[in-house]
């Protein structure tokens, strides 16, 4: 065999070895920048939920200061027919600065418990004016119920989005990779709202 078929073999070698190594690279290179994107693309969608977390609670919260804002003219308005009630009066203007303050603290758990009671409060109150026509007949208390069972559902609504967007958080934190990028970067799981048990009785409850 000539020395001129060693070395075109040769660089048939090289040649077949260096397609194999670059195709190789290209394989490996594009398989990082797969993997990258993958875990940028997550971590990005992983603040977003976080935000729309974050932002579907100040909508629920929203909602529940409006309900604060009318209780106290439903205090009024029964208390302009009957004095009788002065420790239900005192438990809900307790129970509603209890709620304030559980909204600046931004505890979940506080928020609902402070919810838990208001809402027994109030639906103390309504049960003691459910035995008094000449409140329930009166055009301000039926306008002021029509208004507080309105910011009831929508607090409603409100909770159920809420939840909504925790649960795609959540889930996402809990998958690959975004369980890793969780760990790394402490995104942690948030707890949903429950619902408040009293929903059933009357239509005064938000969210618990």
Known sequence: MTE???EEKSKRLITIVSVFLLTFLTVVVMGIVAVVGSFISTYN?????????????????TMMQ???ELIPDLVSTVKAYTKHEEQVFEDITNAREALAQSFDAGNLKQISEANDNLTTAVNR????VE???????????ISLMDQIE????RISIARENYNEEVSEYNRTI???PGKVLAEIYGFEEIETFKADEQASSTNMVDFG
């Open 66 to 68: 409006r309900r604060l």
């Open 150 to 153: 309105g910011s009831v559902n």
């Open 131 to 141: 035995d008094n026509p000449e409140i329930t007949a009166s055009e301000q208390y």
């Open 4 to 6: 001129n078929s060693y």
């Open 45 to 61: 969608n992983l603040v977003d939920l976080e935000e729309n977390v974050a932002y579907a609670e100040a909508n629920v919260e």
């Open 125 to 128: 109150l309504i049960s003691i």
């Open 174 to 176: 809990r998958h690959f």
